[in-house]
């Protein structure tokens, strides 16, 4: 029996880990009451007491323009919090696997999407904290995966968020409120429970350690993401295309984010992931 803990359990790509548990997999969930990765000590004791063969490490700082006014707090959570559980994997003989975004590039626009081999080079405290992240995983743990998703979406919603862009583009949708959606930001919306579905895969032993993107194929822009929710909830929305300036953020977002994997990993189209979303919540 191969024992799995999993920090930030209660989360959108937690909730589908836990919910699509293969066969002969003990889970170890273990929330934040139990587990503060901040805390270098509880870090080591808890993961020593538990005794997991692999930590999935979901637990993240994800509020974007906050961390440009409390780097510390993203920091604490998505560098020292992982260089702890890092260093309690290490010790433990676990493997531990970290997930990654795709903002830890620059969006410097590039002809295809950026795969495992493509150089990182974040533009905001929340992408440079959680490149931090990833250095700390590669240099302090021998069996480790990390796994970089984008635009992240599931039925439990994004704890630090208040919820996800589907869920507040058919909210808008069904009050009949008008929307205006950047259209000059591209990405690969990832369906949590399709993340969720790699990440066994490479927990159960199919790919050899390292860094992986997992996210679903293809490219959109946040515009045409929003289209595409209204359209496959058979919804009508006055959704409106503007560019990115239209708003004043404190974090600069990379314009040209999309990923696809150049190790194995084949992910089904966003299109058929965000439908299969749409009819579980309906």
Known sequence: MLKVAITGPAGQLGTELISSKPEGIELIPLGRSRLDITLPGQAESVIAGAGPDIIINTAAYVRVDDAEDDAEAAFKV?????????????????VLMHISTDYVFDGDKKPSPY????????????GISKYAGELYVANFTGSHYIVRLAGLYGRAGASGKGGNFVYTILGKAKKGEPMKIVDDIHMSPTYAADAAKEIWRLVTGERPFGLYHAANGGVCSWYEFAVKIVELAGLKADITPV????????????????????????????????????????
């Open 243 to 282: 560019s990115h300036t239209a708003y004043k953020t404190k974090a600069r977002r990379p314009l040209w984010s999309p990923l696809e994997s150049a190790r194995g990993i084949r992910t089904r189209d966003w299109e058929d992931a965000l439908k299969d979303f749409i009819g579980s919540i309906s």
């Open 78 to 94: 998505n560098a020292l919090g992982v260089k702890n559980l890092a260093m309690a994997a290490q010790k433990n003989g676990a």
């Open 115 to 126: 795969n495992e081999d493509d150089v990182a080079n974040p533009l905001n405290t929340y």
